[in-house]
């Protein structure tokens, strides 16, 4: 059975710094795609970063560019975002998500498939909230 359990969320003052850690479970980081992602209240959800094993490509949302960083540690079969310079408009509740064996059929970056909705699994998410 697979599983994600996100961690590392919390409240953090503007231009602070908090790293979030997904833990996965029931697959191996070899052909697999993960993704964060998040969701404010009244807003649509945002693929913000993305990670392949796969195909080795990476994917960042505009707004996040610069500031916040995704890795992953394959020994550990967890990944991490990084946030850095946090503002108040990154408050939301962000989620890991995660496709096994994944592939395009047009040949795009698969980090940005995955960030544009293209997986299978997800976790119940962790709260960040940044106060001005």
């Known amino acids: 059975e697979v599983q994600l359990v996100e961690s590392g969320g919390g409240l953090v003052q503007a231009g602070g710094s908090l790293r979030l850690s997904c833990t996965a479970s029931?697959?191996?980081?070899?052909?697999?795609?993960l993704g964060w992602f998040r969701q404010a209240p009244g807003k649509e959800r945002e693929g913000v970063s993305c990670?392949?094993?796969?195909?080795?490509?990476?994917y960042y949302i505009d707004s996040v560019k610069g500031r916040f960083t995704i890795s992953s540690d394959n020994s550990k079969t967890t990944a991490y975002l990084q946030m850095n310079s946090l503002k108040p408009e990154d408050t939301a509740l962000y989620y890991c998500?995660?496709?096994?064996?994944?592939?395009?059929?047009?040949?795009?970056?698969?980090?940005?498939?995955?960030?544009?909705?293209?997986?299978?699994?997800r976790g119940q998410g962790t709260q960040v909230t940044v106060s001005s």
């Open positions: 998500a995660a496709v096994i064996a994944p592939w395009t059929p047009d040949n795009r970056p698969i980090a940005t498939a995955v960030c544009s909705g293209m997986y299978t699994y």
């Open positions: 029931g697959f191996t980081f070899d052909d697999y795609a």
């Open positions: 990670i392949s094993g796969t195909d080795g490509s990476l």
